[in-house]
Structure formats: C-alpha cells, structure tokens
C-alpha cells in the first residue's frame, strides 16, 4: 500500500463526508438551532412582559391600596359624624323625656298640694264647727251651716 494512494482515498472519503453533512446533516442542525434561538428569543420577550405587567401590577396594587385606605377613611368619618349625630339625638332626646317627667312630676305635686289644701280646709272647718260648739256650749248643726262651712274654707 502507498502512502499516497491511502491519502487520497481518505480526502476522498472525507469529502464525501463533508458533502453528505452539507447536504442532509447541516440544514437539519441549523434549522433546530434557529428554532432553539427564536424559543429562547420569545423567552426573553415574555420575561420582560411578564416583568413589566408586574410593575404595573404593582403600581396597580399601590393605586389600589391607596384608593382603599381613602374610602375607608371617608367610611370612618361618615361613621363618626354618625355616632356624634345619634349621641346628639339621644341626648336631645333625653332632654325632651327629663322636661316631660319634670313637667308631670309638677303636675302630680300640684294636684297633691290642692289635695293636701282641700283636706285642710275639711279639717279646719271641722275644727272651727268644734271649736263654735264649745264656745257656744251648743251644738251646731253641719247641715244647715253648710253654707257658712262653705264660705270658711273657701277663705281658708
């Protein structure tokens, strides 16, 4: 065997190699490598749209969150002047219901005082028929001075 010979017959075998990998091997792997590099492509745009509607989704939440807190607010402060207009009611309530149980307590002690007045003028006239009947020593009938009885407790 010749040195030569086999030299040739290897670039020979070489070249046919190569040509068979140019032909059917090479577009093969420069196609799953354009895929491979469009996948990864749309990996990072999708990163970074994930990334930024995360940005805006936490701007969104901060929005949100202070928009929540306003109204809240607001909801504390309705309440408030809420509780402060039922207090002022209740005691403007308890105002009126104090007025009228003073106004009927003055009605009964009224009433009381013409019924205590009334009872005293029965017992002074009593007393004054007793004390005529024995100043006079006789006795002086009520019925017919009911008049005169009349008269002196109305003065009474």
């Known amino acids: 065997m010749n040195i030569t010979s086999t030299l040739i017959a290897q670039s020979v075998v070489f070249i046919v190699f190569v ?3 140019m032909r059917f091997i090479w577009p093969v792997l420069i196609e799953a490598m354009r895929q491979r590099q469009e ?3 749309a990996g990072l745009q999708a990163a970074e749209d994930a990334d930024r509607r995360l940005q805006e989704a936490k701007s969104g939440a901060q929005d949100e969150l202070a928009k929540a807190k306003e109204e809240a607010q607001a909801i504390i402060e309705q ?13 403007d309530e308890a105002r009126e219901e104090g007025a009228r149980l003073k106004e009927a307590a003055r009605a009964e002690i009224d009433q009381e005082v013409n019924r205590a007045k009334e009872s005293l003028r029965a017992q002074v ?11 006079l020593g006789e006795s002086v009938d009520a019925a017919k001075h ?5 008269r002196l407790a109305a003065e009474l």
């Open 19 to 21: 040509w068979i990998c």
């Open 39 to 41: 996948a990864i492509a």
């Open 79 to 91: 309440a408030r002047g809420r509780a402060q207009q039922m207090v002022e009611a209740a005691k």
């Open 125 to 135: 006239a009593t007393l004054a028929v007793q004390g005529a009947e024995k100043v």
């Open 146 to 150: 009911a008049d005169i009885l009349d």
